[in-house]
T-cell receptor, first 114, second 118 residues
Framework: AQSVTQPDIHITVSEGASLELRCNYS??????LFWYVQSPGQGLQLLLK??????LVQGIKGFEAEFKRSQSSFNLRKPSVHWSDAAEYFC????????????FGRGTSLIVHP | NAGVTQTPKFRILKIGQSMTLQCTQD?????MYWYRQDPGMGLKLIYY???????DKGEVPNGYNVSRSTTEDFPLRLELAAPSQTSVYFC?????????????????FGPGTRLTVL
């Protein structure tokens, strides 16, 4: 069965600092990988996704993520955080060519200090 | 194109009452999902549907029922509400296209329904 681990429940950064949110997955074949963002009181919005090809994926709002098969990781990065990036971030893994039921991690809450 | 819409946005129920959470999508998506979100617990899948007339249980289906009579609508029914069902409920949809990557598995979420059972 597929699973996702987000080891950090909360991350606090200063505005302008760089950010890395960790995501590790468990899946027997090539996965689909996603990062979603949830602003307070809102639904989830897709930031970026990896299906195949280039392992460095660019997303919206200046975010990127790198798929590392050897480490079973898909970490989210941003070089300079803005106060508006404060939100909950979810990593998810889906199956290739089969079930379309993604599995979500428990989320990482990003706090941005001015 | 409104995407995924959910009603109501907020609701307070008494123990034992019933209600239906409405979800509609206008993207002609095959797959639809219901999740609940509790603090620090991420998203738990309640039910999902792969097309009109087809539904299946997710991780936490007890106390809920669903139906999918049309492609657009996927209502979630709570029978005999209990305090444990206090949560935020999200409906989502995806194209579920077989074969290529495309937008397969990318989910589009509604704004959520915040439900309190007292």
């Amino acid at each position: 069965a597929q699973s996702v681990t987000q080891p950090d429940i909360h991350i606090t950064v200063s505005e302008g600092a760089s950010l890395e949110l960790r995501c590790n997955y468990s899946y027997g074949a090539t996965p689909y990988l996603f990062w979603y963002v949830q602003s307070p009181g809102q639904g989830l919005q897709l930031l970026l996704k990896y299906f195949s090809g280039d392992t460095l994926v660019q997303g919206i709002k200046g975010f990127e993520a790198e798929f590392k098969r050897s480490q079973s990781s898909f970490n989210l990065r941003k070089p300079s955080v803005h106060w508006s990036d404060a939100a909950e971030y979810f990593c998810a893994v889906g199956a290739v060519g089969g079930s379309y039921i993604p599995t979500f991690g428990r989320g990482t809450s990003l706090i941005v200090h001015p | 194109n409104a995407g995924v819409t959910q009603t109501p946005k907020f609701r307070i129920l008494k123990i034992g009452q019933s209600m239906t959470l409405q979800c509609t999508q206008d993207m002609n998506h095959n797959y639809m999902y219901w999740y609940r979100q509790d603090p620090g617990m991420g998203l738990k899948l309640i039910y999902y549907s792969v097309g009109a007339g087809i539904t299946d249980k997710g991780e936490v289906p007890n106390g809920y029922n669903v139906s999918r009579s049309t492609t657009e609508d996927f209502p979630l029914r709570l029978e005999l509400a209990a305090p444990s069902q206090t949560s935020v409920y999200f409906c989502a949809s995806s194209s579920g296209l077989a074969g290529g990557p495309g937008d397969a598995d990318t989910q589009y979420f509604g704004p959520g329904t915040r439900l309190t059972v007292l």
